[in-house]
Each structure stands twice: as structure tokens, then as C-alpha cells.
């Protein structure tokens, strides 16, 4: 299984990017599919997630400014984030958890993900 993260990039604050994750090895309509971040010095943390059946959870920190979705006829998930602040900047990592799959209320633990990408690094400037 590899899960492959591409998109990241810098930015000016208000912009937005468009993040990837492409997958193989794994069908991941069976699959829930989360994105988590890592800011210089912090800890990893949730930021968005669509469970096997496409019901959405976000962090506060992004709602309304970032858009999961996933296609389970190419295998991908993305993330659209709009509104960018400096304060997303971090590296950011796919993840796919299942089966079997958490419930929907542990999608923002890091902790239940079974395969995880490499990170791509999301830079914004203020």
C-alpha cells in the first residue's frame, strides 16, 4: 500500500491551493480517508477527514475554508483549501484507516490510520 501527497507549495495568505493524495494497493471506497498536518515544532493534528460512506468531518480550525473529497473510481482524495493563513502552514499527510473502519466520531484520531503518505509541505506567507 503507498499513499502518495503532492499539491503543497507557498502561498500568500487568502490563497488557496489544492492538495492530492494518490493511492495504490488499496481500494479506498472501503476505506475511511483523513488529512492531518505538522507544524515546525508541534504535533501532528487533524484537519479534515470523509469516512468510507462520504460523510465529512473537519477540524474548527479549517472549517468552512477547506473542502475534503474523495474519488473511489481513481482511488484519490484531495483537500481544496481557501482562505489559506499562515497559521496552516505545515506538512501536510494523507491517511487511510480501514477496514475495519473507525467510527465516524474517531476520524480526527491519527492513532486509528492504518497507511500513511510521505507529507507535502504547504508554506504561507503572511
Known amino acids: 500500500v503507498q499513499l502518495q501527497a503532492s499539491g503543497g507549495g507557498s502561498v500568500q495568505a487568502g490563497g488557496s491551493l489544492r492538495l492530492s493524495c494518490a493511492t495504490s494497493?488499496?481500494?479506498?471506497?472501503?476505506?475511511?480517508m483523513g488529512w492531518f498536518r505538522q507544524a515546525p515544532g508541534k504535533e501532528r493534528e487533524f484537519v479534515a477527514a470523509?469516512?468510507?460512506?462520504?460523510?465529512?468531518r473537519y477540524a474548527d480550525s479549517v472549517k468552512g475554508r477547506f473542502t475534503i473529497s474523495r474519488d473511489n473510481a481513481k482511488n484519490t482524495v484531495d483537500l481544496q483549501m481557501d482562505s489559506l493563513k499562515p497559521e496552516d502552514t505545515a506538512v501536510y499527510f494523507c491517511?487511510?484507516?480501514?477496514?475495519?473502519?473507525?467510527?465516524?466520531?474517531?476520524?480526527?484520531?491519527?492513532?486509528?490510520?492504518?497507511?500513511w503518505g510521505q507529507g507535502t509541505l504547504v508554506t504561507v506567507s503572511s
Open positions: 470523509v469516512n468510507w460512506s462520504g460523510s465529512r
Open positions: 491517511a487511510a484507516d480501514g477496514p475495519p473502519v473507525a467510527v465516524f466520531s474517531a476520524l480526527n484520531d491519527g492513532s486509528r490510520y492504518d497507511y
Open positions: 494497493g488499496l481500494s479506498i471506497n472501503r476505506y475511511n
